[in-house]
């Protein structure tokens, strides 16, 4: 793994966690916006890793996976599309009831999950 991909996934890594530190503190926004930024690092990393370039200033899961040429299965990739469009959401809530400690677990159990995929593809890119 390149030196830079490795910044990125130590990044990546700290949000996850800070992720599940405020799902257990029951900061339900928060938890979900975290989600969202350790998957967005993780993929840049995979931009870094993959494209040999730096990543764009953007936020959004679905652009970014293209462009590090990711293809997710397709549940994988309906749940990356649903968390891309909180990255916005999360930023300006304007019901913060809707996020309870279901939906905050709903994204924290599937962000794990694509943070492990892409993850393995990371560590098996041999560079």
Known sequence: MKR?????VSQAEYDLETARVLFRSRRYVYTVFM????????LKAC????????PPKIHDLVRLA??????????MSEFVARLSGQGIVTR????????TRKV???YLAGTQEVYAWLLQRLRSSGS
Do not use: M, V
């Open 4 to 8: 830079q991909t490795g910044h990125w």
């Open 35 to 42: 989600c969202h930024l350790s998957i967005e690092k993780l």
């Open 47 to 54: 931009i870094t890793e993959f494209r040999d370039e730096f």
């Open 66 to 75: 293209g462009l590090a040429g990711i293809q997710f299965p397709q549940e």
């Open 92 to 99: 300006y809530p304007d019901n913060l009831r809707h996020y």
């Open 104 to 106: 905050a677990g709903d």
